[in-house]
């Protein structure tokens, strides 16, 4: 059965880099026909999905955040990562990431636990 | 204001039926793209519930159903549970600006 675990910082300065990891465990990241990727929810909102990345190596953002998010996969490590540039108070939110598939008929499942990243100084 | 919409809350008395809409667009779920539901229940991740329009995966109960007809999709749930008392999410896709997976604004499921 495969788990993901969310890391990393939980309090990031305004105008910083925000990086968070994934590790996946119970099944290689390296897998088709899946994707992996990273949704976000700022405190008592809804749902906002970030980016993905797909085992061929392609990715696709969020077009609102496009400029400013990288997704990455260490093969290696069985984890792919998440960093967000130039952070404001609005990213306040929790993180989760998932697994998807490749394609655009695609569900997330399952999911991280999540991790709560606050911006501020 | 999300691309897919769905009604802020509903409510319903236990061993009632209710159901939860998401309302799309031609680029969305109109273009035949399929809708998924999740459950959130308080201070956890979501769950999937649906997927595929109509499909369960195991372990979800069969009080869950899910269907699609044009640019809506709707989630139902029999026999109500006090357990059911979550927060609800469609998903789909997107065909505009590249393209992207998007989420409705969630509905909140409130027992009686």
């Known amino acids: 059965q495969v788990q993901l675990q969310e890391s990393g910082p939980g309090l990031v300065k305004p105008s910083e880099t925000l990086s968070l990891t994934c590790t996946v465990s119970?099944?290689?990241?390296?897998?088709?026909?899946?994707?992996w990727g990273w949704i976000r929810q700022p405190p008592g909102k809804g749902l906002e999905w970030i980016e993905t990345?797909?085992?061929?190596?392609?990715?696709s953002y969020n077009p609102s955040l496009k400029s400013r998010v990288t997704i990455s996969v260490d093969t290696s490590k069985n984890q792919f990562s998440l960093k967000l540039s130039s952070v404001t108070a609005a990213d306040t939110a929790v993180y989760y990431c998932?697994?998807?598939?490749?394609?655009?008929?695609?569900?997330?499942?399952?999911w991280g636990q999540g991790t709560l990243v606050t911006v501020s100084s | 204001q999300s691309v897919l919409t769905q009604p802020p809350s509903v409510s319903g008395a236990p061993g009632q039926r209710v159901t939860i809409s998401c309302t799309g667009s031609?680029?969305?779920?109109?273009?035949?793209?399929?809708v998924h539901w999740y459950q959130q229940l308080p201070g956890t991740a979501p769950r999937l519930l649906i997927y595929?329009?109509?499909n369960r995966p195991s372990g979800v109960p069969d009080r869950f159903s899910g269907s699609k007809s044009g640019t809506s999709a709707s989630l139902a749930i029999t026999g109500l549970q006090a357990e059911d008392e979550a927060d609800y999410y469609c998903?789909?896709?997107?065909?505009?600006?590249?393209?992207?997976?998007?989420f409705g604004g969630g509905t909140k499921l409130t027992v009686l």
């Open positions: 119970g099944g290689s990241i390296s897998s088709s026909p899946y994707s």
């Open positions: 998903q789909s896709y997107d065909s505009r600006l590249s393209g992207s997976w998007v």
């Open positions: 990345i797909y085992y061929s190596g392609s990715t």
């Open positions: 998932a697994r998807g598939r490749n394609s655009n008929y695609a569900w997330f499942d399952p």
């Open positions: 031609r680029s969305n779920i109109g273009a035949g793209y399929d």
């Open positions: 595929g329009n109509s």
